[in-house]
């Protein structure tokens, strides 16, 4: 299963950064390379999952098609 987490990360780290320069003397200007941080450390933690998934072995593909049903315009001919 794929998940993203770089988006909530960054939009959390842009919350959290502004309420430290609403309630502190840490100002935006000293702090927003955080957000690069943040964001680089989710892409990070991403790559890592995904590179713990196993892969897919071989065998039949779930959308093959069934090559003993007849298909709709196959139907109309031996109809006719």
Sequence with gaps: MRRRIVGPVALITIGVLGLLDEFTRLDWDKTWPLILIAIGT????QRAARAGEPTPRGGPSPAAPDSNRETDSEKKVNRE
């Design 42 to 45: 989710a892409l990070f933690v």
